[in-house]
Nanobody
Framework: VQLQASGGGLVQTGGSLRLSCTVP????????IGWYRQAPGKQRELVII???????TYADSVKGRFTISRDNARNTVFLEMNSLKPEDTAVYYC??????????????WGQGTLVTVSS
């Protein structure tokens, strides 16, 4: 299972960026899809996810600034990042999880995309 992530780049403090993540097949076959990030020297952390039922979970640090949405027809999830701060600088990874017929959960990662916020 390959996730196709895109977006990212360099932006100034206060700017906006949008990331996208396209999953193969039916988007609703995944328990959740979302984004993690890893800053230099830090552990990978959850940013935001959306479940197949539409529930969202946000890291406290991004509440009110980041929004996740999805285009079901395009099997794509979008991460809208507004009011970006230098501390948002990180490699952002798309992640998706689904459960097999046998009840085993599998997690898949997209390639990372670098977001750099300059001060």
């Amino acid at each position: 299972v390959q996730l196709q992530a895109s977006g990212g780049g360099l932006v100034q403090t206060g700017g906006s960026l949008r990331l996208s993540c396209t999953v193969p097949g039916n988007i609703f076959s995944f328990n959740y899809i979302g984004w993690y990030r890893q800053a230099p020297g830090k552990q990978r952390e959850l940013v935001i996810i959306i479940t197949s039922g539409g529930r969202t979970t946000y890291a406290d640090s991004v509440k009110g600034r980041f929004t996740i949405s999805r285009d079901n027809a395009r099997n794509t999830v979008f991460l809208e990042m507004n009011s970006l701060k230098p501390e948002d600088t990180a490699v952002y990874y798309c992640r998706a999880e689904r459960t097999s017929t046998w009840g085993t959960n599998y997690a898949y990662w997209g390639q990372g995309t670098l977001v750099t916020v300059s001060s």
